[in-house]
């Protein structure tokens, strides 16, 4: 089990050899982002009490104050952005890797779509891309790969691999491939947060 509060120097040790963590990418400007619907950010819970929120498939939730982030993942990808200058954060929970042309407002459910729509739901603006901190999980190969050398998990990494660096994140820890699922969890409160094992790990084929 990982547990950590985002803190790039000491995260970085952990990421596999085979994905490494990603840098800011410098260029002459950031990509326009489409506009597209965003969720209302959710208010504090009340105060003494967590306000734990699970984060289905295709979905994703803005949380500050109390509440408690959380999803379960297979070979779909848990994508966080964390603020801390605005005390916030966005948990999504993705299907698949990049979406077709005609669902380029599709939110959570493509990695390529939740992005752009995380950012906007924070408020985000280019401007501010420097001060995030993004944390990645998921994208398991739960079945093997003896008929498709290429899963929708390595798909998804992929995807997640092109958006980060198109947009110039900051990705400060991630734990994504293996055959095994994860459980991703962020704690609004203080920015922390775990990502640990669960169920059984898939065989070799």
Same mark, same amino acid.
């Given at each position: ?15 596999? $050899? ?28 009340? $105060? ?36 801390? %200058?605005? %005390?916030?954060?966005?948990? /999504? ?14 939110? $959570? ?20 891309? /420097? ?27 992929? /995807? !997640? ?7 110039? !994140? %900051?990705?400060?820890?991630?734990? !994504? ?29």
């Amino acid at each position: 089990m990982h547990h950590g509060n985002a803190d790039p120097i000491n995260v970085r040790h952990h990421v596999p $050899a085979r994905h490494a963590v990603f840098r800011s990418v410098q260029g002459p400007s950031m990509p326009h982002l489409p506009p597209m619907p965003s969720p209302i950010a959710i208010p504090p819970a009340t $105060a003494g009490t967590a306000s734990i929120r699970h984060i289905w498939a295709g979905a994703f939730e803005v949380g500050c104050g109390d509440i408690v982030l959380t999803s379960l993942l297979g070979s779909c990808v848990g994508i966080a952005i964390v603020w801390r %200058r605005k %005390r916030r954060a966005a948990l /999504a929970h993705c299907l698949l890797g990049e979406a077709p042309p005609h669902e380029a407002n599709a939110g $959570a459910r493509y990695v390529s779509t939740a992005i752009p729509a995380m950012l906007r739901a924070l408020g985000a603006r280019p401007d501010d891309y /420097a001060q995030l901190e993004v944390i990645a999980a998921g994208g398991a190969s739960l079945f093997g790969k003896a008929q498709l050398p290429v899963t929708v998990g390595d798909k998804n990494i992929v /995807a !997640l691999e092109r958006a980060v660096q198109a947009l110039g !994140l %900051r990705v400060v820890h991630q734990r !994504l491939g293996g055959r095994q699922g994860c459980r991703i969890t962020l704690r609004c409160k203080d920015m922390s947060f775990d990502i640990h094992d669960v169920g059984n790990r898939a065989a070799e084929r």
